[in-house]
């Protein structure tokens, strides 16, 4: 079964009134992320640069956008009431010279040369800290399997004695042009070389260490430094641990992606943190000092007289420390929620009826409220003439 497309505004991320401009400005910065050039052997990346470019290529023409607003996917099948589109009269690369001219030097149809240097593609990890470790920083140990030059062939990747040869297949160029039909019409494609792997160099005797590849995969430890501030989901680059580079290029970087774990008392949102801490009820109406947890350890608040619950207060400067300025620091917000006691000694019963009785008398509230006369002077259901009473006026 063929994979379902998923929706062109979607797959740019822009609304379905959008103009020409905004749609061209979100292609360029997908196209830009995913380009096959500026990530190297991900497949991922290419399927979702692809997606971006064909999609790109119908809501950048108007008369194609107006059909696919009306029919959908369907209008490039043939099912529609269209009747489907022609695109073999359109050269894809035109696109590309339109977006991509100073990404890829001017050129309209230029691509990067692949047999130059070329940077290292990035390693990806991650790693789980606490809630305080967040907050104020902290150094971990991440381990990495990386390569290494072969020591055997420095990092040549030929047996010792030989030394590569020039491909035949690109001349040495190490990139190859071929052109194939597509929805698109005729597209030229300039391609790394599948014979040296755009290196531009054959190895006919691969090293017997390394297999040709010039690296031996070896297990590291790093210390990766967190940043004070640091939130759940981002992540520490470390330049220069990543993937070798292609002909003299440096190399990629580990991204560490940072987990932070749940804590039992502290919320966090953006730099602020939120918390709730119980008052009793004697300090909620006399007033009195209590203690609140903070992320800096415990601090003295002292409550107001007659503080309803739900009260929200601030401790200025007790939040979390900007990645920018760690001496710069959000807020800690606190709601102060009075509590009921639920078990209570006879003594402590008896002296709150008392307190009760002086203070409003609300546990006899019902039985005080008088009765009113309502003039209703009809008879009872025992036949006896009576006045009916009742508590609430209407």
């Not at 020409?20 to 500026?38: F, G, Q, W």
């Not at 590291?220 to 470390?238: E, F, H, L, T, W």
């Not at 000092?289 to 350890?297: L, M, S």
């Not at 006691?341 to 402590?348: F, H």
Request: glycine content about 12%; proline content about 5%; overall charge positive.
């Amino acid at each position: 079964m063929a994979e379902q497309k998923r929706d062109y505004y979607e797959v740019l991320g822009v609304d379905k009134n959008a103009d020409e401009a905004t749609i061209k400005k979100a292609y360029r910065v997908l196209a830009k992320k995913y380009h096959p050039d500026m990530n190297p052997g991900d497949a991922e990346a290419e399927k979702k640069f692809k997606e971006a470019s064909e999609a790109y290529a119908v809501l950048s023409d108007p008369d194609k956008k107006r059909q696919y607003d009306q029919y959908g996917h369907a209008a490039f099948e043939g099912g529609a009431g269209a009747g489907g589109f022609d695109f073999s009269g359109m050269d894809f690369s035109d696109i590309f010279g339109d977006i991509f001219g100073d990404f890829f030097g001017g050129g309209s149809r230029s691509r990067a040369n692949s047999n130059g240097p070329m940077k290292g593609a990035n390693l990806r990890t991650s790693v789980r800290i606490t809630f305080e470790e967040a907050v104020f920083g902290c150094s971990k140990q991440i381990d990495l399997t990386v390569k290494e030059t072969c020591k055997t062939c420095n990092g040549s990747g030929a047996k010792p004695g030989t030394t590569p040869e020039t491909c035949k297949k690109c001349g040495g160029k190490g990139q190859v042009m071929y052109t194939q039909q597509s929805f698109f019409g005729t597209v030229r494609n300039v391609t790394t070389c599948p014979d040296c792997q755009g290196t531009g160099k054959v190895i006919k005797e691969k090293c017997p260490d390394c297999s040709g590849s010039g690296y031996i995969p070896m297990k590291k430890r790093y210390s990766v430094d967190i940043p004070a501030g640091i939130d759940n989901g981002q992540s520490v680059r470390q330049p220069g641990l990543g993937e070798p580079g292609v002909n003299g290029g440096p190399r990629g970087d580990v991204l560490v992606e940072v987990i932070v774990g749940r804590h039992p008392i502290f919320q966090r949102q953006d730099f602020n943190i939120f918390s709730t801490v119980p008052v009793s009820y004697a300090v909620a109406a006399l007033g009195g000092e209590i203690f609140i947890d903070t992320v800096d350890g415990k601090v003295i608040y002292d409550v107001k007289p007659g503080t309803q619950t739900d009260t929200k207060i601030r401790l200025k400067g007790k939040g979390v420390p900007t990645l920018r300025n760690r001496d710069v620091r959000g807020d800690h917000y606190v709601t102060l929620v009075v509590s009921v006691p639920d078990k209570l000694s006879s003594e402590a019963k008896e002296l709150l009826k008392q307190f009760d009785a002086l203070t409003g008398d609300t546990l006899n509230a019902t039985k005080n409220a008088a009765p009113r006369d309502d003039g209703d002077n009809g008879n009872s259901k025992d036949g006896k003439k009576g006045k009916k009473k009742g508590f609430w006026k209407s």
